[in-house]
């Protein structure tokens, strides 16, 4: 594909708001995961995720528009508006498009509305509540916030919404039907998603020789850790100024052997969408200087990855960071991913990964440890979902 410059982020994470301080985060090995306060998890396993919590929406959204937004929204409009500051501050083309990724959508609002319908019936139930309760709410007010009349798509594909969110976007932008667009993810931690995953143990937990933590591609991991946050990134076809990276190639493929909500073995088929990413951007298999994959500290999920670029990479597999051990699983629906490998790009270096210290005896991949500066010119990107969906996705430094 024609290659698409990221020409501004703006982060909402656990641990950091701006892009700045998630720079910071990510070069620092630290993570945004701690003990949950919002609701009580007594009775449950998992007692921890990866929360915003120095996140003040009045700093970015007017009070009155405030009270139309939910948390989703709010998140979104936030990141929108750090990643026109970042962009350089110009107001963005009225032509272009929005896709947003978002694993589970405002599950929150929907309890609230129901909350709502159920004790006072459908004439007092408030509409506003309904009407946030919709996955495409948080895209549609990044539009009207900043004038957009191009696209407006949200995407839903679990952990990997964002990086199938970004793959519509930049194929419109590279065939030239919008001049740009605002690609992002956006997702929340609440007490029904939390008790769910943890019913059917999914979720990282103590249990006597580990404390409660995100471990990606670690012998020792037992589960996810759940996070939230946003994140919105600029794409333009012809950017102003040096952008972070270029969006060069996109794969993406189905892991048969998943079921619907489940995990599969068919490593296979994500060996075909690294391929098709690298095919899809111009260059060599040798040509890939690092990872940032899709590791999440489930055993299943880890497992199918690193299988997978081992069989791919074979002798000469490029270092892998794990980003989730920083901002957990779901948190902007992998799209925090595209932020983390887009800094890695833009300053040349590699970060740390999180929750790592060493891997199952049959994980033949490098996990790096340590921040670095390094030379990259092309970053694969994974993203992998349970129910087999599948996106990887290449960076690359140059234009051409």
Request: proline fraction near 4%; hydrophobic fraction near 45%.
């Amino acid at each position: 594909m024609s290659r698409v410059a990221i020409t501004g982020i703006g982060v909402i994470a656990p641990g950091a708001v701006g892009i700045d301080a998630f720079r910071t985060l990510l070069n620092s090995g630290r993570t945004g995961i701690g003990e949950i306060d919002r609701f009580d998890t007594a009775g449950l396993g998992a007692h921890k995720a990866a929360l915003v919590l120095n996140f003040t929406p009045k700093d970015f959204i007017s009070p009155m528009k405030m009270r139309r937004m939910n948390a989703l929204s709010r998140f979104g409009v936030a990141a929108a508006k750090l990643a026109a500051e970042d962009r350089g501050g110009a107001a963005f083309p009225a032509g272009m498009g929005v896709a947003i990724g978002t694993s589970f959508g405002p599950v929150q609002t929907s309890v609230d509305y129901m909350k709502e319908y159920v004790e006072k019936g459908a004439a007092l139930a408030p509409p506003q509540l309904f009407a946030e309760s919709v996955a495409n709410a948080p895209g549609s007010h990044i539009a009207i916030e900043n004038g957009l009349r191009g696209f407006n798509v949200t995407v839903t594909q679990r952990e990997s919404s964002a990086l199938a969110a970004a793959m519509y976007a930049a194929t419109q932008v590279a065939k030239g039907n919008v001049p740009g667009a605002l690609i992002g993810g956006v997702e929340e931690v609440n007490e029904m998603i939390f008790s769910v995953l943890d019913r059917v143990g999914a979720l990282a937990h103590a249990n006597g020789t580990v404390d409660e933590q995100s471990r990606p591609f670690d012998r020792r991991r037992n589960g996810i850790v759940l996070g939230e946050g946003s994140f919105v990134a600029a794409i333009e076809a012809e950017p102003a100024r040096q952008p972070y990276a270029y969006i060069a190639g996109f794969g993406i493929a189905r892991d048969t052997t998943a079921t619907i909500s489940d995990w599969g073995t068919g490593h296979e088929a994500v060996v075909k969408a690294m391929r098709a990413a690298i095919s899809d951007a111009d260059i060599e298999l040798s040509m890939v200087d690092a990872i940032y994959g899709s590791g999440n500290g489930g055993k299943p999920a880890d497992r199918l990855e690193y299988r997978a670029i081992s069989a791919l990479f074979g002798d000469r597999v490029p270092p892998v960071v794990a980003t989730k051990g920083y901002f957990g699983e779901y948190a902007a629906g992998g799209g925090l991913q595209i932020a983390s490998a887009a800094l890695a790009m833009y300053d040349q270096n590699l970060h740390a990964s999180a929750g790592f210290e060493s891997g199952d005896d049959e994980m033949q991949i490098e996990i790096n440890r340590q921040a670095r500066g390094t030379a990259l010119d092309h970053i694969l990107v994974n993203s992998l979902s349970a129910g087999g969906g599948i996106v990887s996705m290449v960076l690359a430094r140059e234009g051409e």
